[in-house]
């Protein structure tokens, strides 16, 4: 089975959006349109369908109205942009998604014919005072220098700090968090008494600096001002500062294939734990077995695998697990909406399975927000057994171990998903009739679960005939 994320969804509102707004057919259509008619592409990101809410209160109310229906909202959108309408599956705007950082929808991307990102919105509304200043920010944001300009200027003067930051300042506008090449280049144009200005600190930590780079040694000149960060700023911040650094470095030191700048990276993912050495542990082999997975290092990849998850995940009792996992998820539920609804936060593990509102007074928007969990013990153990499978390994003895990995996985969490890769795996051992038995309770599990059998009914004629 493959690796399963995890989605949370916040939902207030259902929205379906008007089939009179023109939409291309596909993404490549809509930029060819732009690229003649000079007017920039809007491109609509919907998230996956879903059933509607079931056994709501009595006093609930559902809107699926979106303003964005609204013909002077239709009128303004068709008159000033080419628009393509689509979902957050789809493969051709994957690219769209990561460097825009995307991860609530609807989200409403406007693009360049060039395919560049400058402006962004999300969020469903029945007021249409959003969707008509989404529109006039958009166009003023398009008038703008685009990036790629702003960025042959700063090659051209590379030493202009004004021109680095306008276009770091750019890149954030837009969502774009990786901006730690820039800020090498930013730094290389500071004084030493500009990292005793707080905002200079501060600037350098947002823009997500390499955690072996100049530019994060240079603001730990000042440590005072650093602890002042960590100490002052908002929780939300700090959890952005630091997963941007991470992101940052591991990205970089794969695409370099750099061990070195991989362990700076996973070390400083440790570091964020400060006293939980545990917890510390755990993120710095997560990001080194992330490193040496995307490098394809099959062999580091194999042997650090077997020590985190057995050491992280196989000496912890499955009713320990399931009481630190409900811990998390408590610690981990929203606030009430104050005036508007009682949310109900749910985790899933399927994209498509069904969102659920506990009881709400009035539902006017919508948003989807989308995570990776790691913090599903079951979710991880099941990757990692796949992983090995899916690198190819016929060592009985990886093999076995994965076996152990997919099994703790079912007795925490027994999903389709998770039988199913149990059953590849014991086919791959040679274990043909027990295999077929485990594809029988995926499939079983997937009528419960309400979900597709058809791919694991394939899976279990071939694990039958014998040509898996």
Known sequence: MKTILSIIALLLSLSGFSQELKSSKFLATALSLSAETGKPVLLIINAPKSAPPKNLPPNAKVSFKSALDEEDVI????????????????????????????????????????????????????????YLLMVDHALAAYKEKSISELEKDVEADGGNISLIKKLIDSRKKIGITNNADLIEKYVGNLKIADFNNYDNILYIFEAGPYADGIAYKMAYTNKKLVDSFYRTEPLQKRVTVNNGIISNTMMAAAKEKKISRAMAGANFARSTWTTDYRAGERAFNNQILWYYNTVKDTANYMRTAMYFYDNYYMNVSADSIKKIEARNHKANMP??????????????????????????????????????????????????????????????????????????????????????????ILYRMGYYEEAAKTQETAIKKAKEEKTSIA?????????????L
């Open 335 to 424: 606030s009430p909406l104050p005036n508007k609804t009682d949310v109900k936060m749910v985790s899933k593990e399927k994209m498509d399975s069904l969102m659920k509102v506990s009881g709400s007074k009035s539902i006017t928007q919508s948003i989807v927000a989308v995570t990776s969990s790691s913090s599903s013990y079951a979710m991880e153990l099941n990757n990692a057994a796949w992983k090995f499978y899916e690198i190819g390994t016929k060592n009985i003895n990886n093999l076995t171990k994965a076996m152990i990995w997919s099994r703790r996985s079912i007795e925490l969490n027994p999903l389709s998903g998770y039988y199913d890769t149990l059953a590849h």
């Open 75 to 130: 009128a303004k959108i068709d008159q000033n942009f080419t628009v393509y309408k689509t979902n957050m599956m789809d493969t051709s705007i994957r690219s769209i998604i990561r460097l825009g950082n995307i991860k609530r929808f609807p989200a409403y991307v406007f693009l360049r014919p060039s395919k560049e990102i400058f402006f962004s919105d999300f969020g469903n509304s029945t007021d249409k005072k959003k």
């Open 455 to 467: 791919n694991f009914e394939s899976e279990l004629k071939k694990i039958k005939a014998k040509s």
